[in-house]
């Protein structure tokens, strides 16, 4: 696994754990070691063992000031999200960030082992469990932060309440996608409604990387899933450049609750505060 060029983050991160979901590619992948770099604890939490392992090497290789390790993790499946949760809860650890990064794009029609469409299972449903779940090491030291990768995908997005599943209607790989995405900003706002009613010191925030070269989009037996299998590498942004406004929206300590970071022209550009959809906003959805 190549390493890329160095994106720096501003100010020091010793002392501050974070976990990061899907984080032995792409984007997680850079968001951890920007933040070890940086000098945080990361827990780099991931479905693959043998991936995860080989790219914490990769990032201990690159001299980071911090450190990283394993936990292996599958955010589509809840009883393991729950077991994940177990061993963090009793770690006797606090946890500054929790990075919600795993996701999947454009699959065929699957189902996860709780027999969720997949796309919104793992996208929505696994980190929304996960984040309840870890609650108690969030608020251990009256600081914590929850950041949601969303996605520009969330802008044609709809949350079909009454058909979350595809059951009904016609099943679309990117309708799905971004229903999914829509939800992840949904989340965010009411679980920051929550917390700040709560007044427990977490806050919830949401990003999205724009362009960026990831895995995503490349399983499936479509006509996108095969240009994004064998020609979006040439196309845009780097995996590290894609991390620049989730870690931003990490440990930026100008960052409030609720707030939306994204590049400045959406694709591609430095992180700035973005205005989500007119759904995204949607207090009753």
Not at 65 to 93: C, P, Q, T, W
Request: hydrophobic fraction near 40%; proline fraction near 4%; include cysteine.
């Amino acid at each position: 696994m190549a390493t890329e060029p160095n994106i720096g983050i501003p100010f020091d991160l010793s002392g501050r754990t974070a976990i990061v979901t899907g984080a032995n590619s792409g984007i997680g992948f850079a968001a951890t070691r920007q933040m070890a770099a940086a000098g945080a604890s990361v827990v780099m939490a991931c479905r693959n063992a043998d991936k995860a392992r080989t790219a914490a090497e990769t990032i201990r290789s690159t001299g980071v000031r911090g450190s990283v390790e394993v936990e292996i993790v599958d955010i589509g499946d809840l009883a393991s999200v729950r077991d994940f949760a177990g061993r963090m809860n009793s770690s006797g650890r606090s946890i500054d960030i929790l990075l919600n990064n795993a996701g999947v794009m454009a699959l065929d029609k699957t189902l996860t082992p709780d027999g969720l469409e997949a796309q919104i299972g793992i996208n929505h449903f696994g980190h929304f469990a996960l984040t309840g779940l870890l609650m108690p090491v969030l608020t251990a030291n009256g600081g914590g932060r929850v950041v949601n990768v969303s996605s520009m995908g969330h802008r044609p997005g709809r949350v079909v309440l009454d058909d979350l599943m595809f059951e009904r209607r016609r099943y679309s790989r990117w309708g799905a996608y971004f229903q999914s995405k829509l939800a992840n900003l949904l989340f965010t706002r009411e679980l920051d409604r929550q917390l700040r009613s709560a007044d427990n010191g977490v806050i919830g925030v949401c990003s999205h990387p724009g362009t960026a070269r990831t895995e995503l989009g490349k399983s499936g037996s479509s006509t996108t899933n095969f240009v994004m299998r064998n020609f979006t590498g040439v196309l845009i942004r780097s995996s590290e450049q894609g991390a620049e406004a989730l870690v931003r929206a990490c440990v930026d300590p100008q960052a409030n609750g609720g707030e939306y970071f994204g590049p400045r022209w959406m694709a591609f550009g430095t992180p700035t505060l973005e205005t989500p959809s007119r759904r995204a906003r949607n207090d009753a959805d």
